[in-house]
């Protein structure tokens, strides 16, 4: 009853691959100094974006949903990976520069707005020598649904296991994004 079970669905990495004339960031991520200039340059650029609310959760548009308690606490423990949200048009995106642009969640009031943002993330990512932005989610996810038709490739990105403590917690119905990894 209490065993450790595996969710059988692999969460959901999707790739867009940016087309740009010179990779910046490959380039300046080989010192330490150059990586200094290149986040200091990028945390310009998306300056006029960023915004301090913090997103609810995309997960959350269902009430047979169980994820991450997205509060206070979780987005202040979570500061320390130079991660922030960022706001174009009306659809938020949390996000992270690392190898690449690291979509953790979004909030769109449509799917429509949705690819509107999108399509200005990435006009950003390809001015700026980003070249890819991943997102990953749980199968069925709001993210995953949109991002579905929109990707330059779909692959199994990492598993979850759970250990059920209370028989009542429907932990099977857990849903996650790329912001629920520790390293996000």
Known sequence: MNEYKEISDFICGTLIVIDYDVPFEKIMKKTNFTTSLYENHITQILEKYKIDEQIKGSVYNSDTVVSTARNKAYYDYKSFNNNFTIKIKDVLFWIKIKNGLLVGDIETPSKESFYIALKELKKIASKNGIG???????PGTLISRYIKDNSDE????????????????????LQFTFGDLDTF
């Open 154 to 173: 779909q692959f199994e990105s990492w598993c979850v296991g759970y250990k059920n403590f209370n028989s009542e917690f429907p932990l099977e119905k």
């Open 132 to 138: 890819e932005i991943i997102f990953q989610s749980s």
